[in-house]
């Protein structure tokens, strides 16, 4: 089985599984009742979101020396519980089952679930 890293609100993939929202906030101007009808996710886990202060980080870095600041804050936000239980328990139900994780960005890779990847990965997550 496996863990797939997705772009919420885009279509799923067949045998996607589970998808899990990995976001601060909900998609703005979606019900409640639409949001996983709509491709956004199943369930939501904002304790593997960046804190607000990150996310206006991460959408504002312009340079390599930016992006790395905000990937080691959110690597330090991430070590810590409830964010690392959450990781390892993720990372333990991607040998057994398929689901996905997302946020709403279009650049995965200035995104926090690019980061989010490599800690999965480094917990030995099957992808």
Known sequence: ???RVVRL???????E?????????PPR???????????????WVPELSPSQGLVKMAQGATTPATWGTF????????SKPPASRILDLLAALSRESRFS?????EDES????SVLR??????????
């Open 71 to 78: 990937t080691r804050r959110y690597r330090a936000e991430m």
């Open 29 to 43: 101007g979606v019900r409640k009742q639409d949001i996983a009808r709509e491709n956004y996710y199943d369930v």
């Open 17 to 25: 599984g589970l998808r899990l929202g990995t976001v601060r906030r």
């Open 9 to 15: 609100g885009s279509p799923r993939a067949p045998g």
């Open 118 to 127: 490599e800690l999965l990965r480094e917990r030995g997550a099957e992808f």
């Open 101 to 105: 994780v997302g946020c709403y960005c």
């Open 1 to 3: 089985m496996a863990i």
């Open 110 to 113: 200035r995104c926090h679930r």
